[in-house]
């Protein structure tokens, strides 16, 4: 936390990446993010859901402990899923305790503006730390009308300046602004005095987040990504590659060649050889 902190006062951008399982978490440590989310986006990138909605809180718990598994010095949040924490701040905070004590991860994340006040500071006040989320919150895409961009109009913007304020208020250390025109995030991240993590919010957040699948190419050519993704790598076209050249080795026999195998001294050999040789032919 006091890392994160001293980020933000210099100025230092803060990376935030998902990770949802040990080798992806790996990656992502030995790159030196500064944050790790255990996203509830695990749902469609991992689990091949229709959407975050269908995630459970034991999903969660299972990815977030093979995250922490790997995660040394990123300071690892997890998304509370849709349905663990909206009927009441005892169920956000009980939900909470569960992803820390047996997820193993630093903090949550959770959605939700104004409204969502009340369960943040329920949460906080119990010393775990918690991650905000306004702006475009996937888990609420159909009241939303879809995966739309928020805050273009003033009513608009001047709504998600007063969801960061209340959030910011109820105890968060941080708040993710997703799918927000880039001058409103800026000034929104001048009014608060946390950091905000942008992902689709321009380049004046504190901090910037992806989903690592998608920015490392883990997908095929015409998988839908959002205009804000930046794709650095293409993970499929080489997994694909090095999957169909073993195809082919093991089809040739190729694969495995003589390193590949475990040797035996040659008199065991011919001692076994000699045994089998023994051995009564089957009838």
Known sequence: ???????????????????????????????????????????????????????????????CRSVARAAQSAFTVSDLPMGSYEVSPEQALQSAIRIIKEGRVQGIKLEGGEEMAPAIKRITTAG????GHIGLTPQRQNALGGFRVQGKSTAGALKLLKDALAVQEAGAFMIVIEAVPAEIAKIVTEKLSVPTI????????????????????????????????????????????????????????????????YPMPEEELVEFRKAVDEMPEKK
């Open 1 to 63: 936390m006091q890392t994160l902190r001293n980020l933000y006062k210099k100025g230092e951008p803060i990376t935030m990446l998902t990770a949802y399982d040990f080798p992806s978490a790996h990656v992502a440590e030995a790159a030196g993010m500064d944050m790790i989310l255990v996203g509830d986006s695990l749902a469609m990138v991992t689990l091949g859901m229709q959407d975050t909605s269908e995630v459970t809180l034991d999903d969660m718990l299972l990815h």
């Open 128 to 131: 775990i730390p918690v991650v």
């Open 198 to 261: 942008g992902i689709g919010a321009g380049n004046g957040c504190s901090g910037q987040v992806l989903v690592q699948v998608d920015m490392a190419g883990n997908f095929p050519p015409g998988r839908f990504l959002p205009k804000f993704v930046k794709q650095y790598a293409n993970v499929w076209d080489e997994a694909l590659r090095a999957i169909q050249q073993y195809r082919e080795e093991v089809k040739s026999r190729a694969y495995p060649a003589e390193q590949h195998t």
